[in-house]
């Protein structure tokens, strides 16, 4: 397993994204946050197909810190189910993986 992830969600509102954005930085649950905005995004939601203007905002973090980052954006987020899409960091810039080591490490 990856020692590092990108994690991906997905919100309805510049605002929102920002907001869960420092929030995961503040609780040291992700060392970064990038958003990107606006995305089209069109999906099957209660049987019917619906189309939505969003902003993504993609989380660098480390595997062991995933859970956490999980729960924050489960918990913080406006959306029933919110999309949480995790990706593996194959292999990065030593210097940029260990300043993210260190961002997410409690304390």
């Known amino acids: 397993m990856a020692d590092y992830l990108t994690v991906m969600t997905t919100t309805d509102d510049a605002e929102k994204a920002e907001a869960l954005a420092r929030g995961a930085i ?24 619906e189309t939505a203007q969003e902003w993504q905002v993609l989380f660098k973090t480390t595997t062991a810190r995933y859970r956490e980052l999980e729960a924050f954006i489960e918990g913080t987020h406006a959306y029933e189910t ?10 990065g810039g030593a210097d940029y993986l260990a300043w993210v080591s260190a961002e997410t490490t409690e304390g």
């Open 26 to 49: 503040q609780a040291r649950v992700a060392a970064c946050a990038q958003i990107s905005a606006p995305v089209q995004s069109v999906y099957r939601w209660e049987g019917a197909i």
């Open 82 to 91: 919110p999309e949480i899409i995790a990706t593996p960091i194959v292999t």
